[in-house]
């Protein structure tokens, strides 16, 4: 029977309590407790509270794990299978602008891959260009720019789209993507295509999590959310009195076999 010599290190790694410091969370404390108690159950609450945790420290870190864990009564292990498996959670300090470039097939085919590659460039360093995730500038100051490639953010009509902080940027080229990051790094917030005003990736979270900071919550968020693009068929249909065949009122089932 062979036995194992501990160092002294890794017996304090064993030992001693690593559980973060969760003081920067005191003041979401009241926030928290108000967002779980809209839930019949607390952990259903789990995904608006990391998204208020990322509100504070611009990502999910291993004090928000923990924060959200102690909140609502789960392991940090549960809390952490949720926040690695939606993208949106970021496990690294953002920028005060995230910018999200679609990938995805129709906007890469119309450019999107050229767009997200060019702005890799443009806001990379000594020559190395920017990676996935990764951020032009330190993370949270004024003009920073978190840098990633999404998949498709449903608006193939209006593609090449990209997003800043979740709004959308329509009908995007090369040039026009890199005079948006730079108007962003001059500490510009340009009128997004549709939707909301443009605001930081921190005041999003919070809207996110479903709180806002004044009395103006539905004027904050209210902007044009269809494009010409959008409602062209509807359009067209109107303009020709096109309608759908009308669903019977009676609709017999097919027959399922039996197994």
Not at 219 to 235: C, F, H, I, N
Request: charged letters at 20%; aromatic letters at 6%; a negative charge.
């Amino acid at each position: 029977m062979s036995t194992e010599v501990v160092s002294d290190e890794k017996l304090e790694r064993l030992t001693v309590d690593t559980t973060p410091d969760l003081s920067i969370f005191a003041n979401i404390v009241g926030q928290s407790q108000a967002l779980i108690a809209k839930y019949p159950q607390s952990r259903s609450a789990l995904l608006p509270l990391l998204h208020l945790v990322q509100s504070v420290e611009g990502y999910v870190s291993q004090a928000g794990i923990h924060f959200c864990a102690e909140q609502l009564n789960l392991s940090a292990a549960e809390v952490s299978a949720v926040a690695t498996f939606y993208t949106m959670y970021k496990r690294k300090p953002c920028g005060e602008h995230l910018v999200s470039v679609c990938t995805n097939t129709l906007c890469a085919v119309l450019g999107g891959d050229a767009i997200y590659k060019k702005l890799q460039e443009h806001l990379g360093e000594d020559g190395k260009p920017l990676g996935h995730e990764q951020t032009a500038g330190e993370p949270g100051t004024p003009g920073s720019i978190t840098l990633e490639h999404a998949e498709c953010l449903a608006a193939c009509d209006l593609g090449p789209v990209l997003q800043v902080n979740y709004e959308f940027y329509d009908n995007q080229t090369v040039d026009s993507a890199v005079e948006l990051v730079d108007a962003l790094r001059r500490g510009e917030k340009p009128a997004p295509t549709r939707g909301a005003a443009l605001t930081d990736f921190k005041s999003v979270e919070r809207q996110l999590a479903g709180l806002f900071d004044n009395d103006l919550a539905e004027s904050e968020v209210d902007g044009p959310s269809a494009a010409v693009e959008t409602l062209r068929g509807a359009q067209l249909a109107a303009d020709r009195g096109w309608t759908a065949p009308a669903m019977p009122d009676e609709v017999a089932l097919p027959e399922v076999e039996k197994k």
